[in-house]
C-alpha cells in the first residue's frame, strides 16, 4: 500500500485545510485509516483515527470538535479537514494505514505516506 498526502500549506490562525491521502491497491477498504504529526522538536504524535468503514472515529483530544477525519472508499482516500485552526497545529501531518484502529493509537502504523507541511500563523 502506498499512501500520498497533500493539502498541507500556510494558513492564518482560525482557518481551515483539508489534507488528502490517495492510496495505491485494491484493498483500501481494508485497513483503519490515520492522521499522525510532527511539530519540530517534538515527536510524532496521534491525531485521529477511523476503523475501515468510517463508523469509528478517534482523535487527539486537542482536536476534538475542529478536526475531522473521513475516507471515501471508491476513491481509496482518507481526508482530515481541520478547522479552527491554531499555531500550535503547526507541524508535519502523515497519513497512515493498519490493520485496526488500536495500532494506529498508539502510533502503530503499518504503512506511512510522506508527510505534508501545515504551518498555522497567529
Known amino acids: 500500500v502506498q499512501l500520498q498526502a497533500s493539502g498541507g500549506g500556510l494558513v492564518q490562525a482560525g482557518g481551515s485545510l483539508k489534507l488528502s491521502c490517495a492510496t495505491s491497491?485494491?484493498?483500501?477498504?481494508?485497513?483503519?485509516m490515520g492522521w499522525f504529526r510532527q511539530a519540530p522538536g517534538k515527536e510524532r504524535e496521534f491525531v485521529a483515527a477511523l476503523n475501515n468503514n468510517g463508523d469509528k472515529t478517534y482523535y487527539k483530544d486537542s482536536v476534538k470538535g475542529r478536526f475531522t477525519i473521513s475516507r471515501d472508499n471508491a476513491k481509496n482516500t482518507v481526508y482530515l479537514q481541520m478547522n479552527s485552526l491554531k499555531p500550535e497545529d503547526t507541524a508535519v501531518y502523515y497519513c497512515a494505514a493498519a490493520y485496526d484502529t488500536d495500532f494506529l493509537r498508539i502510533g502503530r502504523g503499518h504503512y506511512w505516506g510522506q508527510g505534508t507541511l501545515v504551518t498555522v500563523s497567529s
Open positions: 491497491g485494491r484493498t483500501f477498504g481494508s485497513y483503519a
